[in-house]
């Protein structure tokens, strides 16, 4: 069987195993979270025998310097990877603020020790000491001063706890820029524009809707944000602001009771129209079984979904 060497480790693994679950099953911590090779949280540098089954989702750079998508890799052979190091491969960040938007939302805001380039949609991994959880942008680079995230903290988690104990000061480690499927592009300024999210999915499309506003998007905007429940939307009193100052924007505020009955009223104004969703599993597929069958072509939708840790 071939064998995997992390560092002084090594241990054998049956041939086609996925290398990220034999990484993470022997203990070696490696991050993830669409396991689809978008979010690019789990990258590892590989030598040996792997078989890639998405080897466009990096840059030849990349793959030349030896990093592969742990989750998009299955062992054919002896390989020795060696993970990402946050104090040696990351960039150091200072806590500037930590809001609980509601109880269960808590939004960060963090400043890295030099400027990042990124775009409104794109993925960050953060480290706190060997703790490490992929998070979306809902920064606006061009106008932010800080890098900004919302955290679902229903649910108890290894970071979502060290979370909700951050202070004001404190540092943390930003892994390398992901990119991601959710962005705005200044071809689409006279389409329609749907940005559909769940939860906390909301962050990175806040960050898309800002850019396309900062870009004088002039066809019309919609976004529908999906809660558990009224309390659940978060950003509403922001949302709003938005809408009353670009008569483009229109803002619909939908919970769980309501999502059946929502979606059957769901209609298409135009064949042109680009949707973006983001949030779980199941709202996005709800989202788009439904835009599908409203007549909304494939390759006009772009979704990136989080999954639970598990």
């Known amino acids: ?8 480790r090594h241990w054998s693994v049956p041939t086609g195993s996925n290398l990220l679950d034999a990484l993470n099953q022997a203990g070696v911590a490696v991050p993830y979270s669409c396991r689809a090779g978008s979010c690019h949280a789990c990258l590892v540098r590989c030598e040996g025998e792997v078989d890639d089954c998405q080897p466009e989702a990096l840059s030849p750079a990349q793959r030349q310097d030896g990093w ?14 060696e993970t990402f190091d946050p104090l040696r491969d990351g960039v150091t960040a200072q806590v500037v603020a930590t809001d609980w938007l509601t109880p269960s939302v808590l939004r960060l805001r963090v400043q ?24 979306s942008l ?6 932010d001063g800080f890098l900004e995230f919302h955290l679902d903290c229903r649910q108890p988690g290894q970071f979502s706890d060290i979370a909700r104990r951050l202070r004001v000061g404190e540092r943390l480690v930003l892994g390398e820029l992901r990119g991601g499927a959710l962005h705005y592009d200044p071809d689409w300024q006279s389409r329609p524009l749907w940005l559909l999210a769940s939860g ?13 506003l900062r870009q004088d998007h002039q066809g019309p905007i919609r976004v529908i944000h999906l809660a558990h429940d009224a309390a659940g ?30 979606l059957a009223q769901l209609r298409l ?8 969703l983001c949030g779980s ?12 069958l409203a007549g909304l072509p494939r390759n006009q939708l772009l979704a990136d979904v989080f999954l639970p840790r598990g």
């Not at 030099?114 to 960050?124: C, F, K, V």
């Not at 104004?269 to 973006?276: D, E």
């Open 233 to 262: 939307h978060y950003l509403a009193e922001p949302l709003a602001a938005l809408a009353a100052r670009h008569p483009q924007l229109t803002v619909e505020l939908w919970t769980a009771a309501e999502l059946t009955q929502a």
């Open 1 to 8: 069987m071939p064998e995997l060497h992390v560092g002084e």
């Open 68 to 81: 592969r998508l742990a989750c998009q890799c299955q062992v054919s052979g002896d390989v020795q990877v």
């Open 112 to 135: 890295a020790q030099h400027n990042l380039r990124y775009r409104a949609g794109q993925h960050l991994v953060l480290w706190a000491g060997q703790v490490a959880r992929p998070y």
């Open 281 to 292: 599993p199941a709202s996005v597929e709800a989202f788009s079984k439904r835009l599908f």
């Open 138 to 143: 809902a920064s606006l680079p061009q106008e």
């Open 200 to 212: 906390t999915g909301l962050g990175p499309l806040w960050g898309v809707l800002r850019e396309a």
């Open 269 to 276: 104004v135009s064949r042109q129209t680009l949707a973006l």
